[in-house]
């Protein structure tokens, strides 16, 4: 019994049978295999065949999966020691924080809140995955933001120079703005101002009155025509919904409404915005859409800053920090009513709302540009009687997406 389970031996030449039939029985059934073919296949071939079923396309591979940074506790230190030597503490501070808690001093970053977490369940396995890649490479920054801690764990590299690049943008020294050319507090300087709505080449005179210094704080009087003013009201109005605020780090009161207004929508939309690029410097590329706003009798925004922390990753990739604010009044309160001003609470500074002036005020400092300056917390009181009609216009220190 045994020896029927064994492989049987093969002989050698010299031990073979000298009539072995063995390649005989191999050429009649290949012959046999010709013929079926011969006869089977024209026979199949002329036969009906049942409709094909559409296939889905095949999915391209995957790229090669990521590895995670090790899970070895001193390896991960020595790793998170090389990023922090490379300066990433300060360039890189939402990736630190995620994910090498601990390696830098707390005055080494720029982050006064957490960095985000995974927003889906699906982050890990997409990011091994590789689409953090491939998403940012298509021009999309939603992923990167949604799945920040599982990018930064499996694509670190892509992190990092993404964030570091952001910081390089981020420091990059501010225009020589029109604004500016009211030098010093209480100086008064003239400006001619397109008027597109009067016709091409035609232009209205206005003037830029400095404020305050250090943050700088300017008037621009008649920025806007009336006609300009009129037209935004009359767009903003129907679109009114409740103000949103950023309730996920700043706890404020806002009661006013608002609307935003596509960057198409009017002439006067875009005279706006071709304005505020000219005298601030900025690409018109890098304003975000307008913000009607609407205050009625009694509503209010209470003291707030329009810049954002490093760790606020979203905006970050959006196109940076607000470096500077326009705020632009629509028209006159009632006689008497001394409600409605734009109050500056840490320097002694408020604004009543003119009709067609705009407020033009930094939120960072030349010699400062990553942290931005709470000194320009401000805060939009209530009117006493009538309604303040004004539009909110940031500018980003990069393209906004």
């Not at 764990?153 to 964030?163: G, K, N, S």
């Not at 009709?355 to 320009?376: H, I, K, Q």
């Amino acid at each position: 019994m045994g020896q029927r389970n064994r492989r049987p031996r093969v002989a050698k030449a010299d031990e073979r049978p000298a009539g072995a039939n063995r390649p005989l029985l191999y050429i009649a059934a290949a012959a046999a295999a010709a013929i079926v073919s011969y006869v089977a296949v024209p026979y199949l071939a002329s036969q009906p065949r049942e409709p094909a079923v559409a296939q889905r396309p095949r999915a391209p591979p995957a790229r090669a999966q990521k590895l995670p940074m090790p899970e070895d506790a001193e390896a991960r230190k020595l790793r998170c020691a090389g990023y922090a030597e490379m300066g990433n503490c300060r360039r890189a501070s939402a990736f630190m924080i995620a994910q090498c808690p601990g390696t830098c001093r707390p005055d080494e970053t720029f982050c006064r809140r957490p960095p985000p977490a995974d927003h889906q369940s699906w982050c890990p396995q997409r990011a091994r995955e590789g689409l953090c890649e491939s998403e940012w490479a298509r021009g999309s920054f939603h992923f990167l933001y949604q799945c920040f801690s599982s990018c930064a764990l499996y694509d670190p590299e892509l992190v990092l120079r993404v964030l570091r690049e952001a910081h390089e943008s981020a420091i990059s020294p501010f225009p020589n703005a029109l604004v500016n050319l009211a030098a010093a507090v209480g100086d008064m300087a003239p400006l001619a101002l397109d008027d597109a709505l009067a016709g091409a080449g035609r232009v209205h005179e206005a003037r830029v009155e400095r404020l305050h210094d250090r943050p700088r704080v300017r008037l621009v009087h008649e920025f806007l025509t009336q006609e300009e003013a009129d037209a935004l009201i009359s767009i903003g109005k129907p679109l009114l919904q409740p103000s949103p605020t950023m309730a996920s780090y700043r706890h404020t009161v806002r009661t006013s409404s608002t609307a935003y207004l596509g960057n198409d929508v009017h002439p006067a939309v875009k005279a706006v915005r071709r304005r505020v690029a000219a005298l601030s410097g900025y690409p018109e590329a890098n304003i975000e859409p307008l913000q009607f706003l609407q205050y009625e009798a009694g509503q209010q925004y209470e003291g707030h800053n329009d810049f954002f922390d490093a760790c606020d990753v979203d905006q970050t990739l959006r196109g940076g920090e607000r470096r500077m604010t326009f705020l632009l009044y629509l028209n006159d309160l009632p006689d008497g009513d001394e409600g409605g001003n734009t109050t500056f609470t840490q320097l002694g500074v408020s604004v009543p709302p003119r009709a067609r002036a705009a407020l033009a005020f930094d939120n960072y400092e030349e010699g400062s540009p990553l942290v931005g300056t709470v000194d320009c917390m401000h805060a939009g009181t209530p009117p006493q009687r009538g309604t303040k009609w004004a539009i909110n216009v940031w500018i980003r220190v990069r393209e906004f997406h």
